[in-house]
Structure formats: structure tokens, C-alpha cells
Nanobody
Framework: QVQLVESGGGLVQAGGSLRLSCAASGSTFNPYNMGWFRQAPGKEREFVAIISTSGADTNYGDSVKGRFTISRDNAKNTVDLSMNSLKPEDTGVYYC???????????????WGQGTQVTVSS
């Protein structure tokens, strides 16, 4: 079992930046790929980013490429999401996820945090 706790959400103006953090505890953190999904009101969960166990490989959703950066620190059991040039359409609840698969669908990740709200005002 892996427990994930997100932090860092909040309210920001369009064009601004936020940094989300996810702290993992419980079972061994290193064997799992880590990622972020988000969900806006009335919409399905959307893949945002994923990072491999070593941190060497990353992948991003098309809507955030070039603006968001995912990173991880295996010594601290944390994964971060740096978000720049934020847009109102980035608004939503952001979830930290962990799992063995590289597949970027929500069903591929067995472990989820409780989510943190990000609101981008226009």
C-alpha cells in the first residue's frame, strides 16, 4: 500500500505559477511510476504528467506540454508538479497517483491521493 498526500494548491491569476507536491508513505516508493491527473467540474479525469521510477523519463498531456514540469526525489519520497503560464482551463482538482504501469489512463493507477484544488482566475 502507498499513501499519497498532495499539497500546494490554491488560487492564482492566469499567467501565474504554482507548485504542487505529493508526499508518499507506506510501501516502497521507488518501484512505482508517479503521476498527476486532474478533474474539472463536470469533466472526466484528465492525464497531466507521469515520471518513471528513476526520474529519467517523463510524459505530459498535450494541454500542459511546455508549461508543466514533473519531478521526483526518491530520497524524500516526493513528486512535484511545477505549473507555469497557468490558464483558466487548468482549473480543477489535481490528484497524485502511483502505479507500476506507464499507461496514461486513470484505471492504470491503483494509488491515488485525496486531491488538491487549483483555481486559475482570468
Amino acid at each position: 500500500q502507498v499513501q499519497l498526500v498532495e499539497s500546494g494548491g490554491g488560487l492564482v491569476q492566469a499567467g501565474g505559477s504554482l507548485r504542487l507536491s505529493c508526499a508518499a508513505s507506506g510501501s516502497t516508493f521507488n518501484p512505482y511510476n508517479m503521476g498527476w491527473f486532474r478533474q474539472a467540474p463536470g469533466k472526466e479525469r484528465e492525464f497531466v504528467a507521469i515520471i518513471s521510477t528513476s526520474g529519467a523519463d517523463t510524459n505530459y498531456g498535450d494541454s500542459v506540454k511546455g508549461r508543466f514540469t514533473i519531478s521526483r526525489d526518491n530520497a524524500k519520497n516526493t513528486v512535484d508538479l511545477s505549473m507555469n503560464s497557468l490558464k483558466p482551463e487548468d482549473t480543477g482538482v489535481y490528484y497524485c497517483v502511483a502505479g507500476p504501469s506507464w499507461v496514461t489512463t486513470s484505471r492504470a493507477f491503483p494509488y491515488w491521493g485525496q486531491g488538491t484544488q487549483v483555481t486559475v482566475s482570468s
